[in-house]
Each structure stands twice: as structure tokens, then as C-alpha cells.
């Protein structure tokens, strides 16, 4: 079965750019989707199709996805970006999501 | 205003069966593919079943194979799924997604419910 890799916890300061990685095999063939879970609420997709971001997500975060390797970007990160956030693919008629990784902002 | 909002969750025993809904607004429900996603205390999200609009493909992960059937009444704009011989690993918040893509399986989930919490123990 296809498995998304995450670690497990990103720290960033307010300001500077927070980089989370997602892992798996051929990923850059798949479209990558990306999730920020606050404590207490619902997933919220902030990317999907890799880069592309749904109406009323800031544009400070944006994504890429190439090889084996997706990435979530968050530029100036503020407070309020503190949350967890997955990734998420489709295969074989699954939808994957990797573990989770904790941003901690400092 | 997309809302999902899932019901019937609560505590049940080891071998027991719940059924999950899931009403729908905001929509043209049966134009979207539907799914379900769950997230065990303090872990992470796990896919658990997904549905076409029309309902005719249905989709599971290994772990409920057999086990949990997902069905839609799109006349009641309303998802459900049927859990039988349910196990402590099963215990979980229970989340129903609506599909991107329209008129098709998508590749991510736009919207969310605010999720019911399924316990299983003696």
C-alpha cells in the first residue's frame, strides 16, 4: 500500500518561511493535497493540485511537488499558522494522508 | 454555504454496529463524490471509505473492508455509513468530506464536517 512520510514536528519564528516535506514514492506523478488541522477543529485544505490554493487561503502558503517530494511553504509565518498539517494523495483508488507534522511557531 | 454535519455517534461495545450520517447542504449533493475520514484520539487522519455521487463505485480502506459499508440517499442529500463488528481500533472522530472534482472521484477533499466521535468499549 502507497505511504506518505511526514516529520512528525516543524518549529519556524514569526516572520521567517516554514517548510514541511511530504515523502513517497514517484509523489511528483500524483497530485498533492495539503491540510491544516487547528486543536478542537475540522481539516482545512489549504493546497491542492500541488499548488493551487481554495478561495480564502492566504497567499503566504503555497506548495510544490516534484520527484519523490511534496512541499508546503508557509512565508511570514504568523501565530495563527500553528496547527498540524498533512498531506494527502490519491492512489490506486485510496486516499493517502501521511502522519502529520506539528508547526510549532517560536 | 457548504455544511456537512455528521450525527449518530456515541459508545458501543466491542462486536457492536452504528451507522454514521452525514446531512449535506450548500450543494448540488449528488453532483460530488463523498467520503469519509477518520482520526483516532491524538493521531492522525485516516481514510475510511469514499462514494461516487450516483453511488454506484464505493471504495474502502483495508482496515474496514467487510466490515463498514457506505451508502447516500441524494434525495435526503445525506451520507451514511453502516459500521458492524466494530473494534477498539476503531474508536475515533469520524469526519465526512465532500470531494473536489465535480461529477467524479476528485484527488482531495474541500470540505468538511465538524466530525462525531465513535467509541468502542466494554
Known amino acids: 500500500s502507497y505511504e506518505l512520510a511526514q516529520p512528525p514536528s516543524v518549529s519556524v519564528s514569526p516572520g521567517q518561511t516554514a517548510s514541511i516535506l511530504c515523502s513517497g514514492d514517484?509523489?511528483?506523478?500524483?497530485?498533492a493535497s495539503w491540510y491544516q488541522q487547528k486543536p478542537g477543529q475540522s481539516p482545512v485544505l489549504v493546497i491542492y493540485?500541488?499548488?493551487k490554493r481554495p478561495s480564502g487561503i492566504p497567499e503566504r502558503f503555497s506548495g510544490s511537488n516534484s520527484g519523490n517530494t511534496a512541499t508546503l511553504t508557509i512565508s511570514g509565518t504568523q501565530a495563527m499558522d500553528e496547527a498540524d498539517y498533512y498531506c494527502q494523495a490519491w492512489d490506486s483508488s485510496t486516499w493517502v494522508f501521511g502522519g502529520g507534522t506539528k508547526l510549532t511557531v517560536l | 454555504e457548504v455544511q456537512l454535519m455528521e450525527s449518530g455517534g456515541g459508545l458501543v461495545q466491542p462486536g457492536g454496529s452504528l451507522r454514521l450520517s452525514c446531512a449535506a447542504s450548500?450543494?448540488?449533493?449528488?453532483?460530488?463524490?463523498m467520503g469519509w475520514v477518520r482520526q483516532a484520539p491524538g493521531k492522525g487522519l485516516e481514510w475510511v471509505s469514499a462514494i461516487r455521487g450516483n453511488g454506484g463505485t464505493t471504495y474502502y480502506a483495508d482496515s474496514v473492508k467487510g466490515r463498514f459499508t457506505v451508502s447516500r440517499d441524494n434525495s435526503k442529500k445525506t451520507l451514511y455509513l453502516q459500521m458492524h463488528s466494530l473494534r477498539a481500533e476503531d474508536t475515533a472522530v469520524y469526519y465526512c468530506?465532500?470531494?473536489?472534482?465535480?461529477?467524479?472521484?476528485?484527488?482531495?477533499?474541500?470540505?468538511w464536517g465538524q466530525g462525531t466521535l465513535v467509541t468502542v468499549s466494554a
Open positions: 450548500g450543494f448540488t449533493f449528488t453532483n460530488y463524490a
Open positions: 468530506a465532500k470531494f473536489s472534482k465535480i461529477h467524479d472521484y476528485g484527488d482531495d477533499f474541500d470540505y
Open positions: 493540485q500541488d499548488r
Open positions: 514517484k509523489l511528483g506523478d500524483k497530485y
